[in-house]
């Protein structure tokens, strides 16, 4: 896959280079140092993901990335950075970027491009801890068109409050075998790989 990583620190630009690059499958187009670059990098090379951060000086990544996907809709844009911020977690997902990653965790970067890449959302735990938070309570959004049962909706639910296994067993009256098993179809009818993506799945069809 081809990226393009936009941080405005030269070192984080350079440093993420060298270790995505020992990827075999991925392929790094360019780095840039601020929003306008991101733009201008994004027009001429089209990649597969952006990988940016938020806070730069002049255009912000935010910013950058409300440019990209007005012309890019399909525009598939990882963000990574070091703030976990409610109100940037929340343009985020509303804006329709595919991960939000803290830097902290560098090991996980390459498999959130690939996942990214094939066409998952990633978001960090801390992340997904939030979304009950920033998205409000959930209001039950229409998943009739997603073939799961009343009892999937209602796992799926649970789980985007960001409730374990165990509690949502105690909630629902269930085992907890049981609702590993419930939580293994919605995954797999949704083509999901795990409860991260289904919280982010849930919120998205609000």
Same mark, same amino acid.
């Given at each position: ?56 000086? $002049? ?76 998205? $409000? ?39 907890? $075998? ?29």
């Amino acid at each position: 896959m081809d990226i393009l990583i936009i941080d405005d620190d030269p070192f984080v630009c350079a440093s993420l280079q060298t270790i995505l690059q020992a990827q075999d499958d991925i392929e790094v187009l360019g780095t840039g140092t601020s929003g306008q670059q991101a733009v201008a990098l994004y027009r001429r090379y089209e990649p597969d993901i952006l990988l940016i951060d938020i806070q730069m000086k $002049g255009m912000t990544g935010l910013e950058a990335a409300r440019q990209i996907l007005a012309q890019w809709p399909l525009a598939r844009i990882l963000f990574l950075t070091t703030f976990s911020d409610n109100d940037y977690i929340r343009d985020a997902l509303q804006m329709g970027a595919k991960g939000y990653l803290i830097k902290q965790d560098i090991e996980a970067i390459a498999p959130a491009l690939r996942a990214v890449y094939s066409g998952q959302s990633v978001f960090g735990d801390e992340v997904v801890h939030k979304l009950p938070d920033l998205m $409000g309570a959930p209001t039950g959004p229409d998943l009739s068109g997603f073939q799961l049962s009343e009892r999937e909706r209602e796992v799926t639910e649970l789980v985007a409050l960001g409730l374990s296994n165990r509690e949502i067993a105690d909630r629902l009256f269930l085992s907890e $075998g049981t609702v590993r098993n419930y939580l293994s179809a919605i995954l797999e009818k949704l083509d999901l790989r795990d409860r991260t993506q289904l919280a982010v799945f849930y919120y998205r069809q609000k």
